[in-house]
């Protein structure tokens, strides 16, 4: 569980709230990459890991920087459109049906994980099966619309297409 860490030690680990995600626990782990705008192809093995903000240390709001340019990531408004205690919005990629919420997300530095973390949770554990299927402009404009429905017409000040 943390020998990516030791492999490599400085790479930011991305997070969301557990009260946000928990809805999402039993769809599964093709959902929960989905949720989290993780398009990783399958099969892959996943575990879902529970901890408290303060054995996070300090959380901040992602930017394109920290996510490499990766398409994946969408941009989330600006402050102070969004509260920084919100932090970003991954961006979810099942369109069919489209989202009507986003959760937040966080980056924190890289923490030991403890057996605890993901026992505490039942010992969640799930192989995907299933490619992403929807192509990534579909979902860009599918998570642009939703931002623009929760923030208004401001959004549109700092994005003016999806693409």
């Known amino acids: 569980m943390n020998s990516y860490s030791r492999q490599e030690p400085y790479q930011p680990t991305w997070a969301t709230t557990w009260a946000a995600f928990e809805p999402h626990e039993e769809d599964g782990p093709e959902r929960w990459l989905q949720v989290l705008g993780m398009a990783k192809p ?3 093995w996943l575990i ?3 901890y408290t903000v303060a054995e996070a240390g300090t959380l901040v709001r992602p930017t394109i ?3 490499k340019w990766n398409a994946y990531h969408f941009p989330s408004p600006p402050s102070p459109q969004v509260s920084p205690a919100v932090g970003g919005h991954p961006m979810d990629l099942r369109i ?3 989202a009507t919420s986003v959760l937040p997300e966080f980056i924190h530095k890289q923490i030991q ?3 605890a973390h993901w026992m505490d949770l039942g010992g969640k554990i799930g192989r995907t099966q299933s490619p992403n299927p929807t192509a990534l ?13 929760i923030y208004g017409a401001s959004v549109l000040s700092w994005m003016t297409s999806p693409l």
């Open 42 to 44: 399958p099969p892959r």
């Open 96 to 98: 069919s049906p489209k």
């Open 137 to 149: 402009a579909d979902q860009r404009r599918a998570h642009f619309e939703l931002l623009v429905k």
């Open 65 to 67: 920087l920290d996510a």
């Open 113 to 115: 994980h403890s057996l």
């Open 48 to 50: 879902l890991l529970r």
